[in-house]
């Protein structure tokens, strides 16, 4: 007597836990605050500048290097111990101290006292962005993980926008420094509300690694090491990065010296630009990918071909002599410039186990944050002053439109990474 063939077993669909869009939304305001307070000194150069009597140069070592260099470093070890901890509290304690160094760039007095302030802010953001990834891929299943990382990712527009804008009425209005003191404390205050809200999701993972943790930094980088497509999408969204993070940091200056408009003109001007086209470029890269992903190729894809048409965009824009004619284009590569964070980031997620999520995204970001957010803004400020004797206040313009053929080297990048993500993918079970 033979035995019937038993059912096949399905797969139960991962429900999405009741508040993961709220946990979601506090995550988001939290990346405001952390882009806030990271991008508000763009907009505040200029008067900083005068106050403290500090060349481009000088600046350029501000917005980058004095931030990036711990920013990039410290969030490995401090993701390592969110995979291995608490995310949340991670987070928590990342969001007071990088709001209380935020308001001591109020108080400094000469160049040294704002720089040191300014690594403090780099170390606290260490501990905000990758632990936020991870807590997101154990919220949000992977059919729906570009989309919510695109979300969270919209911190940075809103943040920078609010950042110039807010930081730019502030000190047209009062003084730069209380700009500071105002974005520190709101950064503090909200806190406590954040660690009520954010819970991190019990792991379910093997015995083993209840017992361990998480898996160690030297484990995950291995991992990652034998993964070609990690190599691409990193150094191609660093390059990326390095455009915009430094054209982003500038471009205030840049209208204000360029175009002759006011602080608040070239706040309201950057503001804009961040936001209509920030906002759309994230949300249709997140929204693509979710659509396009079951062919892994398109992850890497997008962004390469945003990457490569923001070149030539940019340049027009750069080049023209109308204000009206300069918006319109910028939105176009700036929402370009947006759409990888969806795609890439998901990816990143999905080149590790869950338990690793954290220490790989951080290790993603230190590269993208060290090449990017530290060569960057540091690079187009010292070409400015190299070209300040030749063109005067038109320096900057001829610096951006100097290092813009990058963007063709990180579409080159994450083309090849397409030839591997489908190789290196690892499927959750």
């Not at 991962?14 to 307070?37: E, G, K």
């Not at 962004?303 to 965009?313: D, K, N, W, Y």
């Amino acid at each position: 007597m033979t035995q019937a063939a038993a059912p096949p077993v399905e797969t139960p669909k991962r429900v999405l836990p009741a508040n993961a869009n709220f946990v979601l939304a506090m995550l988001l305001l939290v990346y405001i605050f952390n882009f806030l307070d990271r991008m508000m000194l763009s907009i505040l150069a200029a008067p900083i500048q005068a106050d403290l009597g500090l060349t481009d140069s000088q600046m350029g070592l501000l917005g980058g290097l004095a931030f990036a260099v711990l920013y990039s470093t410290l969030a490995v070890p401090l993701s390592s111990l969110a995979d291995r901890t608490s995310r949340s509290w991670v987070i928590t304690i990342a969001l007071v101290f990088w709001s209380a160094f935020t308001a001591l760039c109020g108080v400094a007095q000469n160049f040294w006292q704002i720089f040191a302030a300014r690594v403090g802010v780099g170390v606290g953001e260490a501990g905000g962005v990758a632990p936020s990834y991870a807590i997101i891929g154990d919220y949000f299943p992977p059919r729906r993980r570009a989309t919510a990382l695109a979300v969270y990712s919209l911190g940075i527009p809103i943040g920078s926008a609010f950042g110039v804008m807010g930081g730019g009425w502030i000190a047209s209005t009062i003084d730069w420094r209380v700009a500071f003191f105002v974005m520190g404390g709101l950064g503090i205050l909200i806190a406590p509300l954040f660690k009520m809200v954010v819970k991190d999701v019990p792991r379910q993972e093997s015995a083993d690694t209840a017992a361990h943790g998480g898996q160690s930094i030297g484990t995950v980088f291995r991992i990652l090491a034998k993964k070609p497509s990690f190599w691409f999408m990193a150094f191609g969204a660093a390059a990326s990065s390095m455009l915009g993070y430094g054209i982003g940091f500038w471009k205030p200056s840049f209208l204000i010296r360029s175009f002759e408009l006011d602080l608040w003109g070239a706040a309201l001007f950057s503001g804009g630009v961040l936001l209509i086209g920030g906002v759309t470029g994230m949300l249709a890269g997140g929204a693509l990918a979710d659509r396009l992903g079951a062919k892994r190729a398109w992850y890497p894809r997008l962004p390469a071909i945003a990457f490569i048409i923001c070149a030539p965009v940019y340049a027009a824009g750069v080049l023209t002599d109308s204000l009206v004619v300069a918006f319109l284009l910028f939105l176009i590569p700036q929402g370009l410039a947006y759409v990888w964070f969806g795609p890439v980031l998901t990816a990143v997620q999905h080149l590790v186990e869950p338990r690793a999520r954290a220490t790989a995204s951080a290790l993603f970001l230190l590269i993208n944050n060290l090449i990017g957010l530290g060569g960057g803004i540091y690079a187009l400020g010292v070409i400015s002053d190299i070209y300040a004797p030749i063109y005067g206040d038109e320096s900057l313009r001829i610096s951006i439109l100097t290092v813009l053929p990058v963007y063709l080297l990180a579409g080159g990048l994450m083309l090849l990474a397409t030839r591997s993500i489908q190789r290196d993918w690892v499927e959750e079970a």
